[in-house]
């Protein structure tokens, strides 16, 4: 999966179906290095996730939280959580399996499997996500279970809607293709049962309102801005879009994005100018201003901070929409 292959809307929601709607699973493989800074930019689904770090340590980060994941380590994220994930260092070559899946493919929503074991996972605010650590019995069976489902899906499943799969690190058995989708949901019905009966040993993680707060007030503005960049935009008509003060609003960014509402402004004025600078052939001018900056030398100097070029020398060396 490469970055232009991106769907997220101004509010950071991952707007693509995940699998098909009688098989609702879809199985990835993220290529980190390929990505702008090698990080998966935050994002948000209304499914579950289980990632795999592979090629290299990974960080993960959910909500204002970050998580150092070791090769061979995983994570559950729970529906509806912010998340990230980029490589450590740049030299990795980090190829991550991972499935999104709706709780569906374990049971009805209206069964009593849902309703006992599925719902109260779901809806606890204090589990948004956990880490699975190889030397753990446990997570090594959930692991386990994780790969035999990864092996199941890159060979049968849905491929990816953003091209084919890279190369999966091999795997000791070949599953067959007979009854493949009973097997992954089989396979995934008891990683959920090993979940279940192990609840009392997965740490809690304290979400505060104001954590919550902040997420909810963040998109908010990001909407605000990704609608508005081209425009001019002040600090303090981005803290009005959140109903909140200037300096609440400079909490917010900090709090998950480590940067300031204008700082992060100006780097999506940026991203969008690199598109245009790689696909169309307008002039420097006219790209600036279509961007929200009021000058081509303003411009310039903001573009070249931030990617470490001009954008002439940009234009000139890009092969691909992202410059790589």
């Known amino acids: 999966m490469i970055s232009d292959s991106l769907h997220l809307d101004h509010t950071l ?3 693509i179906q995940h699998g098909q709607k009688d098989f609702p699973i879809q199985f990835y493989i993220d290529e980190l290095y390929q990505f702008q800074h090698q990080k998966f930019p935050l994002h948000w689904h209304f499914e579950l996730e289980f990632f795999i770090a592979q090629g290299g340590p990974i960080r993960a980060q959910i909500g204002n939280q970050f998580v150092e994941l070791h090769p061979g ?8 959580t912010l998340h990230s994930f980029e490589q450590i260092y740049n030299n990795d070559r980090c190829k991550c399996p991972n499935i999104v899946f709706s709780a569906e493919m374990i049971a009805p929503h209206m069964s009593i499997i849902y309703q006992k074991y599925i ?7 204090i589990l ?3 880490v699975l650590h190889t030397h753990i019995p446990w997570h090594h069976d959930i692991l386990s279970k994780l790969s035999t489902i990864f092996v199941l899906l890159h060979q049968y499943g849905l491929k990816s809607p953003f091209g084919d799969f890279p190369d999966l690190e091999s795997h000791d058995e070949q599953p ?3 009854c493949f989708e009973m097997q992954v949901q089989c396979e995934l019905s008891q990683i959920w049962q090993l979940i279940y009966n192990h609840l009392d040993q ?3 993680v304290s979400q505060s309102q104001k954590d919550v707060q902040h997420q909810v007030r963040l998109q908010k503005m990001l909407a605000f801005v990704h609608q508005n960049y081209m425009n001019e935009v002040s600090l303090k008509e981005i803290s009005l879009s959140a109903n909140i003060s200037k300096s609440e609003a400079s ?3 900090h709090s998950i994005l480590d940067s300031t509402p204008i700082e992060y402004l100006l780097q999506y004025r940026v991203d969008a100018s690199k598109y ?3 696909q169309t052939t307008k002039n420097i001018q006219e790209i600036s201003l279509e961007c929200g900056f009021n000058s081509p030398s303003y411009f310039i100097k903001i573009f070249k901070r931030n990617i470490g070029m001009t954008p002439k020398e940009y234009r000139m060396n890009s092969s691909t929409p992202d410059g790589s």
């Open 73 to 80: 380590d995983g994570i559950f994220l729970n529906g509806n």
């Open 128 to 130: 948004p996500y956990f």
């Open 202 to 204: 997965i740490p809690k």
């Open 276 to 278: 245009l600078l790689s």
């Open 13 to 15: 929601y991952e707007k």
């Open 119 to 125: 719902r109260p996972i779901l809806m606890n605010s």
């Open 251 to 253: 909490r917010c960014f």
């Open 176 to 178: 067959e293709e007979v």
